[in-house]
């Protein structure tokens, strides 16, 4: 279960931010990766952990070969985990509501919709009035992506 915080509105702040400027705000570890993968992964330090200062969420990749390739694939897990994990009061619901899973707005999104539905006790067909949907047509839009599902599921209970 993925922990809950409570900030002020500074997490979309963070979600908006560039790469760049996102890795500022984080302490960036290398270190060599273990398992299957050979030479290359276990020679060579080119698997990355980012942590979060402010809300010291931390999360690695160590999936490619290259350290360039995993950094940018561990600042997309940080964006998607500060969506997951950092909650605020709601705000004005998503004017989109089609964001596809790739889309770079995505965790922006996902935070916005779990922030109502945190607000709502996580009841999906109260959230599915504030968003103007139907409560199948949320948990459509909820179902595409596991994680959040499972999340959702595990708050409910």
Known sequence: MAKTFIFNQERDQWLKLSDSELEKNCRLDFYKASGRGGQ??????????????????????????????????????????????????????????????????YPIFTAHILDILNDNEFVISNAAQILELSTSKLIKILQRDKILWQLVQGEKE
């Open 40 to 105: 290359k992964r276990n020679k060579t330090s080119n698997a990355v952990r980012f942590t979060h200062e402010a809300s010291t969420i931390a999360v690695s990749d160590c999936s490619g070969r290259s350290q360039h390739k995993n950094r940018a694939t561990a600042l997309k897990k940080l964006r998607y985990q500060i969506a997951l994990q950092v909650r605020v009061a709601p705000g004005t619901p998503p004017a989109r509501l089609d964001v596809s899973l790739s889309n770079t707005e």
